[in-house]
């Protein structure tokens, strides 16, 4: 499947942050682009380039964060050869990659004092000069910085130069996070559900079951985009039968309840110690086998009558850990510490016995 760069949503928060990237597009500024991982930094940077009348030139993309402090400056400015230790031959740096185009400078916030106060001269004058070299090089080349630091809070820690920041801030495009995007949740994973089904060969998209809708609206996405993503194709492959709705979301595909002790101790020990740390670990083992249900929270009941509030949540959770259990009672009724009948009881109260 090809990396998608068109971008997908409808609230009004979103189509504005976009349309703001679309204007700015067309001027031959640095723009900074502000939002929290996961939020499609990249493509506005994509958009302001292609936008542009850069767009037949090169986009060239950094990870600022990906190098260690003693690289960033060469990787930026280029070198020349023995300029030190392992440069057998001179290189172009980013800038001079980027002539004629744009260079995306993610994780702004992480370049060291040196690269900046280095950055902020090519910004200024169009000029670098590669290490190891007295002759600068006229560049022509339009800066787009991403970063989900606060970079004024930055300067005012002395953490960012001031004046680098006064150069790039020309205009800020701030991405909002997807929990506030109302109702993009929804169109976005019928959109990856709908892609990863055709990927799998499924006859046809079932959709999302009432189970899964609630808990991907009740949950705060920290990974925003990349992680609605990873969520709904995780869903969708692991569904096994194609014919139904999908009806079970993991949001973290690291819980097991067979995942390893971080410091796994010595029976023996514990044995000549008098078994003083029994309770504590009678307690983990049951907090490693119990169902998680951190979807169900307070934002999805509607506070009102004690009566009908508490018998909306109860409903909730035996949705849920039905679903987490992939609808076996008996597994269902020993993860909420209940009795078979007990459960059955539940379910038939709240008529969720099909």
Known sequence: MERGTQFIGQSSAFLDAVERASRAASLNR????????GTGKELIAERLHRLSQRWDGPLVTMNCAALPETLIEAELFGHEAGAFTGATRAREGRFEEAHGGT?????????SMGAQERLLRAVEYGEVTRIGSSKPIRVDVRIVGATNESLPEMVERGKFRADLLDRLWFEVVTLPPLRVREGDIEVLS????????NELEWDGWPGFGPVAVRAMENYQWPGNVRELRNVVERAVYRWADPAQPVDYIQFDPFESPWTPLSQPTSPMRDAE???????????????????????????????GDFKATTEAFEKALLEQALAQHRYNQRQTAKALNLSYDQLRHSLKKHDLLG
């Open 30 to 37: 640095p723009v900074l682009v502000i939002g929290e991982r």
């Open 190 to 197: 019928e959109y990856f559900g709908r892609r990863m089904a």
């Open 273 to 303: 110690s008098g078994g003083g740390n029994g309770a504590a670990e009678t307690d983990d083992m049951a907090a490693r086998h119990s169902t998680d249900f951190s979807a169900i929270n307070e934002a999805s009941i509607k506070v």
């Open 103 to 111: 260079l995306f400078l993610d994780e702004l916030g992480t370049l």
